[in-house]
């Protein structure tokens, strides 16, 4: 995508932008804040919900901004990431999104994104992750499906503190859940299978707590530590 219309929020008020049940198409290109649609600082607030974000160049971006909610959209064919946290983007809701065939990441929170929480998110057929955290703390991933996608499942680098419940990863060309350089997270009750290579891996990762987890008829390794 590399085109001229975006959709750039500013506001502070929280409810006073609100997206609903809207299509959105062919927005954006690769200039900050002119990706697609963008909460651009740490005062705007809103929602987007039953929307379809798509064609695009990324498809929602979130920079360095908090408490909003994205719930029940499709986005999916954008050129970059589907839906990115950035900078600080705390205490956020991604509930319900279907996320899908996007040429990077279908979701991510980068840049010390703290106290999200991304329940029953479906990611997949992306070119690169599923769901992935950067040097993000203290996130809830609870009942999301990551399947299909070009790399890893659910990868999370240099993050701790992070709790992932009952999350499906599954069908992915590299690893179902991949922990490097992430200390202090709790995982209990997620599957991980089949994947390409290893179901679950912790690589340069300390004092994680696993519990129940299934990670069965994977390429490689079921769980590797």
């Excluded at 599957?191 to 004092?207: A, K, R, Y």
């Amino acid at each position: 995508g590399s085109n001229t219309a975006y959709i750039y929020s500013l506001t502070s008020t929280p409810n006073s932008f609100s997206l609903n049940y809207g299509e959105f198409a062919y927005l954006g290109a690769n200039s900050y804040p002119h990706e697609g649609i963008v909460f651009g600082t740490s005062e705007s607030q809103g929602s987007i919900s039953s929307s379809t974000v798509r064609n695009g160049y990324e498809g929602i971006h979130l920079e360095g901004s908090s408490s909003n909610a994205l719930t029940s959209n499709n986005i999916c064919s954008n050129a970059s990431m589907g839906i990115f946290l950035d900078n600080s983007a705390n205490n956020n809701s991604l509930a319900s999104n279907t996320v899908y065939n996007n040429t990077g990441n279908g979701i991510e929170l980068g840049g010390s994104c703290t106290n999200n929480a991304l329940a029953s998110n479906k990611s997949y057929s992306n070119a690169s992750l599923g769901i992935g955290l950067y040097s993000s703390s203290s996130n809830t991933l609870t009942s999301n499906q990551s399947y299909s996608n070009s790399n890893f499942g659910i990868y999370l680098s240099a993050s701790s503190s992070n709790t992932l419940t009952s999350n499906q990863s599954y069908s992915n060309a590299n690893m179902g859940i991949y922990l490097y350089a992430s200390s202090s997270n709790t995982l209990t009750s997620n599957i991980s299978s089949p994947n390409t290579s290893v179901g679950i891996d912790l690589e340069s990762s300390f004092n994680n707590t696993l519990t129940s987890n299934h990670s069965y008829s994977n390429g490689n390794m079921g769980i590797d530590l």
